[in-house]
């Protein structure tokens, strides 16, 4: 089914040592054409965690880069630029929270011709506390404005999603924190990209989220993502 496509794998972590493990071990067990790896490459990004996230990423296998500015997008940036020659790239959070062979899902629907799969956890299933209210009313928000001012079906800013390569690189992807989903997003239907999403699963996550876990984390977060939508329908682009 795969056969052909080069897949990387991207997870940006932040003090995970209890679950990142758990979460490369997942991705490198799954399985391809002819029973081969469906991952050519798994990089976790270590973005400036004081606990021990690096070691046990590597120790269960991943590639481990160092990105000492905090920020969800410097994060992923820093692991995209460390994957060697693929054609399609999985995002997964380091937490647990997606469900790691739902990836072929994602990755069926890039097979079938889709430049950016989104897993929405709206169309899908979330267990009880693993989104908190304002996640759930932020999502809301952003995929509702998403509808308005582009006319695109949008539910969820899921972080769980496959992408190719040549889009991304069309995309120029350039926010460094919290925008990082919607400016995928946003920008691939401004570029004209099919963006689809598909149900996915959405676990509770082990550990506290530093985002919708905090107060400021939830607030600077609203905040980002709301300019970002504004600022890209304002420029039309980056």
């Not at 209210?133 to 972080?159: E, V």
């Not at 993502?225 to 420029?235: A, D, V």
Request: glycine letters at 12%; a negative charge.
């Amino acid at each position: 089914m795969y056969q052909g496509y080069r897949i990387g794998g991207v997870i940006p972590a932040l003090n995970e040592e209890r679950s990142v493990g758990l979460v490369v071990s997942d991705f490198l067990g799954l399985r391809g054409d002819h029973d081969s790896p469906l991952l050519d490459d798994l990089v976790v990004c270590d973005n400036a965690s004081t606990d021990d996230t690096a070691n046990v990423a590597e120790s269960s296998g991943a590639r481990v880069v160092p990105e000492p500015e905090r920020g969800y997008g410097a994060a992923c940036l820093a692991a995209l630029s460390a994957l060697e020659d693929v054609d399609v790239i999985l995002f997964a959070d380091a937490d647990r929270s997606d469900q790691p062979d739902e990836a072929y899902a994602l990755l069926d629907r890039i097979a079938g011709g889709a430049d950016l799969v989104i897993g929405s956890r709206v169309l899908g299933h979330a267990e009880k506390g693993a989104l908190t209210p304002p996640q759930r009313f932020g999502n809301w928000l952003a995929a509702m404005l998403i509808r308005s001012l582009w006319g695109h079906h949008t539910t969820d800013l899921g972080p769980f999603r496959a992408v190719r390569s040549e889009a991304l690189a069309k995309i120029g992807m350039k926010d460094r924190d919290y925008g990082w989903t919607v400016e995928m997003q946003v920008r691939a239907i401004q570029c004209g990209l099919q963006v689809v999403e598909i149900p996915v699963t959405y676990r509770k996550r082990i550990g506290t989220s530093k985002i919708s876990g905090t107060f400021k984390g939830t607030v600077l977060a609203g905040w980002k993502i709301l300019s970002t939508i504004g600022r890209l329908r304002l420029t039309g682009g980056p």
